[in-house]
């Protein structure tokens, strides 16, 4: 008979919430009970903005969400619809600079405060069912206090997930010496102590390695895509070519490249905008909002809000090409934006604005899913794209797709790799 594992995740994002940051968890625990694993998962009651309560429906059943209360900082009253699942949540609504000070204190960010919640409920569920191992995935890195303390505290085995490094972050207020001290040394502290270590790319891996030398046992699960989402989609004949980019834009994911490399399209091509369009839909900040929104680029882009994780696909699955994005910045080499292997999916040609060695410019080239214009060269990024859109609308090929190397993305194999590590780890 096997063995029947159980496996909790410790996870702040989770579904209902949407966007990129929930897809990696959200699908190991939905892939994981194929495995004969029982999964329990750890998570907030109260979801932070953009939802997608649809997610919820892809879990197996068997899944067991554990929901705890959370204290929510906001700079200002949330809207009455939409925010949460729950109706008891501590919110504080503080004034822009009391809640720019609380970030500055809490560390590692504000959603510390969920941790005296989730450490008491964590423990009660770890005396009930005995886990095998505890899974955690950052960011946020509260997940991985929460996990170092509960293996500390019960011995159970503690698999720490590295989707994203804090220095890649540009916290405004959080880049003090200091703050960066401190995240050194709980990613170090982490990276010691954590029985298995996962990063999302090579690029990833590296840096980890670099922050803790003596680790070199570190797995690389990327992200992935489900296939099906790479069904076939019928296209409408549209009177432009239009160029998708799906995503978050904040101050991690800023637009102003692109629309500097638009800009420049535009410059050498006055009539662009009658023959081309491009869509930025996704979750804003205001000051990305605004840029998006600016009355220069009316003609030529299009800005659509959040939209559930369905409507993503459609979008992507609908455009000519599709627009990614790697900001040219320190410790960007293991940076792969997630939505790049739902591009792939999509199986519209993608152009690429990231520096040359960026692990998601390396897949785009590898898989000949596209062609990478540099960041750090926004006239020649402009150049190329502009070719790149002429030679698809005429119907011509920019590159040629793997469809064996693509297929490797796939989730479930994902998944099945992180079963695998997850017994290599008990083994030992």
Same mark, same amino acid.
């Given at each position: 008979?096997?063995k029947?594992?159980k496996i909790l995740?410790?996870?702040y994002? /989770?579904?209902?919430?949407?966007?990129?940051? *929930?897809?990696?968890?959200?699908?190991?625990? !939905?892939?994981?009970?194929?495995?004969?694993?029982?999964?329990h998962?750890?998570?907030?009651?109260?979801?932070?903005? +953009?939802l997608?309560?649809?997610?919820l429906?892809?879990?197996?059943?068997?899944?067991k969400?554990? $929901?705890?209360?959370?204290?929510?900082?906001?700079?200002?009253?949330?809207?009455?619809k939409?925010?949460?699942?729950?109706?008891d949540? #501590?919110?504080?609504?503080l004034?822009?600079i009391?809640?720019?000070?609380?970030?500055?204190?809490?560390?590692?960010?504000q959603?510390v405060l969920?941790?005296?919640?989730?450490?008491?409920?964590?423990?009660?569920?770890?005396r009930?069912? !005995?886990?095998?191992?505890?899974?955690?995935?950052?960011?946020?890195?509260?997940?991985?206090?929460?996990?170092?303390?509960? !293996?500390q505290?019960?011995?159970?085995?503690?698999?720490?997930?590295?989707r994203?490094?804090?220095?890649?972050?540009?916290?405004?207020?959080a880049?003090? +010496?200091?703050?960066r001290?401190?995240?050194?040394h709980?990613?170090?502290t982490?990276?010691?102590?954590?029985?298995g270590?996962?990063?999302?790319?090579?690029?990833?891996?590296?840096?980890?390695? $670099?922050?803790l030398?003596? $680790?070199?046992?570190?797995?690389?699960i990327?992200n992935? /895509?489900?296939l099906?989402?790479?069904?076939?989609?019928?296209?409408?004949?549209k009177?432009?070519f239009?160029v998708?980019n799906?995503?978050?834009?904040d %101050?991690?994911? +800023?637009?102003?490249?692109?629309?500097? *490399?638009?800009?420049?399209?535009?410059?050498?091509?006055?009539?662009?905008h009658?023959?081309?369009? /491009?869509?930025?839909?996704?979750?804003?900040? $205001?000051?990305?909002r605004?840029?998006?929104l600016?009355?220069r680029f009316k003609?030529i882009l299009?800005?659509? #809000?959040?939209e559930?994780?369905?409507i993503?696909l459609q !979008?992507?699955r609908?455009?000519?090409?599709? =627009?990614?994005? *790697?900001p040219?910045?320190? /410790?960007?080499?293991?940076?792969?934006?997630?939505?790049?292997?739902?591009? =792939?999916?999509?199986?519209?040609?993608?152009l690429?604005?990231?520096p +040359?060695?960026?692990?998601? %410019?390396?897949?785009?080239?590898?898989t000949?899913a596209?062609?990478?214009?540099?960041?750090?060269?926004?006239?020649?990024?402009?150049?190329?794209f502009s070719?790149?859109?002429?030679?698809?609308?005429?119907?011509?090929?920019? %590159?040629?797709r793997?469809?064996?190397l693509?297929?490797q993305?796939d989730?479930?194999?994902?998944?099945?790799?992180?079963?695998?590590?997850?017994?290599t780890?008990?083994?030992?």
């Amino acid at each position: 008979m096997k063995k029947k594992y159980k496996i909790l995740i410790v996870a702040y994002y /989770f579904p209902p919430m949407g966007g990129v940051g *929930v897809q990696r968890v959200a699908k190991w625990a !939905q892939y994981l009970p194929q495995y004969n694993c029982e999964v329990h998962v750890l998570t907030t009651k109260h979801p932070q903005a +953009p939802l997608d309560p649809a997610l919820l429906a892809t879990l197996p059943k068997q899944v067991k969400i554990h $929901r705890t209360t959370d204290i929510v900082l906001r700079s200002k009253p949330a809207p009455e619809k939409g925010e949460g699942i729950n109706s008891d949540k #501590k919110t504080l609504h503080l004034g822009g600079i009391i809640n720019t000070a609380a970030q500055f204190f809490l560390r590692p960010n504000q959603h510390v405060l969920w941790k005296p919640f989730a450490l008491h409920a964590a423990q009660r569920l770890c005396r009930q069912e !005995q886990f095998d191992a505890i899974i955690t995935s950052a960011p946020p890195q509260v997940n991985h206090v929460i996990g170092l303390e509960l !293996q500390q505290l019960t011995g159970i085995p503690l698999i720490a997930d590295f989707r994203d490094l804090p220095e890649w972050h540009p916290f405004s207020v959080a880049g003090t +010496p200091l703050h960066r001290a401190h995240d050194r040394h709980l990613l170090r502290t982490v990276l010691a102590a954590a029985d298995g270590v996962i990063a999302v790319s090579p690029g990833m891996r590296d840096q980890l390695r $670099r922050q803790l030398p003596d $680790r070199r046992d570190i797995a690389v699960i990327p992200n992935g /895509f489900d296939l099906s989402d790479a069904q076939p989609h019928k296209k409408k004949h549209k009177d432009r070519f239009v160029v998708a980019n799906i995503g978050s834009f904040d %101050a991690s994911h +800023p637009v102003e490249p692109l629309l500097a *490399v638009i800009t420049a399209m535009q410059k050498s091509d006055p009539h662009l905008h009658q023959k081309v369009e /491009f869509l930025f839909m996704g979750n804003a900040s $205001r000051r990305m909002r605004s840029a998006l929104l600016d009355p220069r680029f009316k003609k030529i882009l299009r800005y659509r #809000k959040f939209e559930s994780h369905e409507i993503a696909l459609q !979008q992507m699955r609908a455009a000519d090409a599709l =627009l990614l994005h *790697v900001p040219n910045r320190p /410790f960007v080499d293991g940076h792969i934006p997630a939505k790049t292997f739902e591009y =792939l999916a999509a199986g519209r040609p993608i152009l690429a604005l990231a520096p +040359p060695q960026n692990d998601a %410019a390396v897949i785009v080239r590898r898989t000949g899913a596209g062609i990478v214009g540099d960041s750090a060269d926004i006239a020649a990024a402009a150049v190329a794209f502009s070719q790149a859109i002429t030679r698809l609308h005429n119907g011509d090929a920019i %590159a040629t797709r793997n469809e064996e190397l693509i297929a490797q993305y796939d989730r479930k194999k994902q998944t099945a790799a992180l079963f695998e590590y997850i017994k290599t780890i008990l083994r030992t």
